[in-house]
């Protein structure tokens, strides 16, 4: 038996996502890159607004790109 670690944050989002909207995380993150310099709500309102995501998933979403910049 092998042990894993629950994924956590974010991340634990992004199976769901990809399921639901049939696209990979990295197509959403490259969206949020080209989305310019606009705040956190800014963005989720724009995935939201654009591509019919949900708040959590949209939230969870710019949570993770903003995370790495």
């Known amino acids: 038996m092998t042990a894993t670690t629950p994924i ?3 991340a634990s989002y992004f199976p769901s996502i990809e399921k639901t909207y049939g696209k ?3 197509h959403w993150m490259a969206f949020l890159g ?3 310099a606009l705040k956190h709500m ?3 309102a724009r995935l939201k607004s654009e ?3 949900g708040h959590g998933h949209a ?3 710019v949570a993770a790109f903003l995370a790495k910049k």
Request: proline share 11%; net charge negative; charged share 15%.
């Open 8 to 10: 956590k944050g974010p």
């Open 24 to 26: 990979p995380i990295s």
């Open 34 to 36: 080209d989305a310019g």
């Open 42 to 44: 800014e963005l989720v």
């Open 51 to 53: 591509h019919q995501i």
């Open 59 to 61: 939230n969870a979403l």
